[in-house]
């Protein structure tokens, strides 16, 4: 195995370093998951973590190990909101200036807790990216100190405090799940898990609509996405950092990808069935159970990175994952243009309990007949297999639908 300039002393010198001011989150076993998978499930939730992610383990040891010529010039980071939080309060903490650069789109209460930590907030540019850029070209203007998400060894140092953590809750584990955008955490938890237990398989996860890291493995280097947008912000990355990427590539056991559908299911069974708040970017590694059920060897840990998400997404993307868990069912349905026929077509829907959330009369459609409408209905219902009772009832009784 390669020689890191981090070793298993130095994460123990960081875990120290981290006593009362990161806490150490508690390992939640998940019998749901554990059904899903076939196989042991715990979920190291990082989502109870001060400022609600991991990010604020690297960004203290970070700011820690500043010379006080460096303090007195302040710090500078860009973030979307996790890293924007763990750097603002670790600053406090530290008694340093500091400023964060957020994209313009930043969901607002990252945006207000930053500021209630203490941090000068920028809005700038679309996303990560754009921010650190503008981050970097304030560091150069004013001699602060830029304190890199993901791409320094202190900040990965930092991190891998989460990987010992798993090892001393959960010594049995197989696999560990991690989410990914630059890669901090993933190799973090890779140089720690790898260099006590090198059995365990240490596996990424990214969304598949901002996943540079299977395109930078492929090409043997980091590689720039040139367009990627994922409603997991936390992971929204478009370039691996080149410290993480090195340290991935030789020890990960490889980058998964999930949907924005998994995503969606996976966050509203976080809130169903495991009782927790969690972003989309935390609920990676639940995305990744779910779409490969027995596809990683037992127990798995998969690490909840983050729980910072905005009320109003939040409604969004359980409104989302609603509909592809089964739960709503949108349905165009052709019926005679009569007094009654709308009265009938509710009847049907009563008697297979399908709750009608809005319909919508449909008359200007060349397709229609003289005497015919369509009407878009938008029902609540049970899962899948009450989506197909509900098409049957209707078909049996000789509604033509589509969906």
Request: with cysteine; net charge neutral; aromatic share 4%.
């Amino acid at each position: 195995m390669q020689n890191w300039p981090i070793t298993p002393d130095d994460v123990r010198g960081a875990q120290k370093m981290l006593a009362g001011v990161a806490r150490v989150t508690p390992m939640q076993s998940s019998r749901h998951l554990s059904g899903v998978a076939g196989t042991p499930v715990h979920l190291k939730c990082e989502n109870l973590q001060r400022t609600g992610s991991f990010k604020l383990r690297g960004a203290y040891l970070r700011i820690a190990g500043l010379l006080p010529v460096e303090r007195a010039a302040g710090v500078v980071a860009a973030s979307a909101g996790n890293h924007a939080q763990g750097v603002a309060l670790a600053a406090a903490l530290l008694g340093v200036r500091s400023t964060v650069f957020m994209p313009v789109a930043a969901p607002l209460p990252k945006v207000a807790a930053t500021r209630e930590y203490g941090a000068e907030v920028r809005l700038h540019g679309a996303n990560v990216d754009q921010a650190l850029r503008a981050a970097r070209e304030y560091a150069d203007a004013t001699g602060a100190v830029f304190i890199h998400p993901f791409d320094h060894w202190d900040v990965i140092t930092g991190q891998a405090t989460v990987g010992l953590e798993i090892l001393e809750q959960c010594p049995e584990v197989r696999t560990v799940l991690v989410g990914t955008g630059g890669g901090g955490l993933l190799a973090g938890v890779a140089i720690a898990i790898k260099a006590l237990r090198p059995d365990v398989r240490v596996i990424g996860v990214q969304a598949a609509a901002a996943a540079a890291y299977p395109l930078s493995l492929a090409a043997g280097r980091p590689v720039a996405l040139e367009r990627f947008a994922t409603m997991a912000d936390g992971i929204m990355v478009g370039r691996p950092g080149d410290i993480p990427f090195e340290v991935v590539s030789s020890l990960a056991d490889g980058v998964r990808t999930v949907s924005e559908d998994a995503l969606s299911r996976a966050l509203l069974v976080g809130l169903e069935r495991l009782k927790l708040v969690v972003e989309p970017a935390g609920a990676a590694p639940i995305a990744a159970l779910l779409s490969e059920p027995g596809a990683f060897d037992g127990p798995v840990v998969g690490v909840l990175s983050g729980g910072n998400i905005d009320p109003q997404l939040m409604q969004r993307v359980l409104r989302h994952g609603l509909a592809a868990a089964g739960r709503y069912l949108s349905l165009r349905v052709r019926l005679a243009d009569r007094p009654g026929a709308l009265a009938g077509l509710l009847g049907v829907l009563t008697r297979v309990d399908a709750n009608v959330l809005d319909v919508a009369h449909v008359r200007i459609d060349p397709q229609l007949g003289l005497t015919e409408v369509e009407v878009d209905l938008h029902l609540e219902t049970k899962g899948p297999e009450h989506c197909a009772a509900v098409i049957g009832e209707l078909r049996e009784d000789g509604y033509v639908v589509s969906r």
